[in-house]
């Protein structure tokens, strides 16, 4: 099983609508969770961390159930820019911290 | 507001020929990390450092070299370039293992 799994898409999604993504991690002692979005041929950039009572930020919603152990991103109102690789992050506890698992990456593509 | 800086952000090399990957970052973070993301797949962790002196291997470090003098500074070194080694480099940098990375802008080399 992989550490960091997230389905790879494409989500095909026309403006306005809302869309949401899963990922589930393998290490129930895991502690930090990110979503970060990666646009074609850039770096990946941070767009939020994850919180245990769950977090906002304007049209994103980042959730984490630790009983099932996945986190999900909903994004809502999508915009025609929100088109983007979404990579979901986990710290690896088994190795002091020092890293983060990547997963693969959902991508959403925002159609008009 | 420099953040993580790459130099350079394209290169060709031809089979056999070495090269070094310059990253700096002025954000005074700990931890350093070099990953490798080829054309529609995840990041690989190469080589990771968290401190001045220290360094260890990824999950992908073989024919590859890096060093940490400073706190400020990561180069990777590639001896025998070999055409697998195709692939876009990204340097990132967090003040602790379990925080969010910030990358740099990216290397985009070619082995032909």
């Known amino acids: 099983r992989k550490e960091v799994e997230q389905d790879p898409g494409p989500f095909n999604v026309p403006e306005g609508a809302t869309v949401a993504f899963n990922c589930t991690y393998s290490n129930s002692a895991s502690q930090s969770f990110f979503w970060y979005r990666q646009d074609c041929r850039k770096e990946p950039k941070l767009l939020m961390s994850v919180y245990s009572s769950g977090n906002e930020d304007g049209r994103f919603t980042a959730q984490l159930n630790r009983a099932s152990q996945y986190i999900s991103l909903l994004i809502r109102d999508s915009k025609l820019s929100d088109s983007a690789t979404y990579l979901c992050?986990?710290?690896?506890?088994?190795?002091?911290?020092?890293?983060?698992?990547w997963g693969a990456g959902t991508k959403l593509i925002i159609k008009p | 507001n420099a953040g993580v800086t790459q130099t350079p952000k394209f290169r060709i090399l031809k089979i056999g020929q070495s090269m070094t990957l310059q990253c700096t970052q002025d954000m005074n973070h700990n931890y350093m990390y070099w990953y490798r993301q080829d054309p529609g797949m995840g990041l690989k962790l190469i080589y990771y450092s968290v401190g001045a002196g220290i360094t260890d291997k990824g999950e992908v470090p073989n024919g590859y070299n890096v060093s940490r003098s400073t706190t400020e500074d990561f180069p990777l070194r590639l001896e025998l370039a070999a055409p697998s080694q195709t692939s876009v480099y990204f340097c990132a940098s967090s003040y602790r293992g379990s925080q969010p990375q910030h990358f740099g802008d990216g290397t985009r080399l070619s082995i032909l």
């Open positions: 992050v986990v710290n690896n506890v088994e190795d002091s911290n020092y890293q983060l698992i």
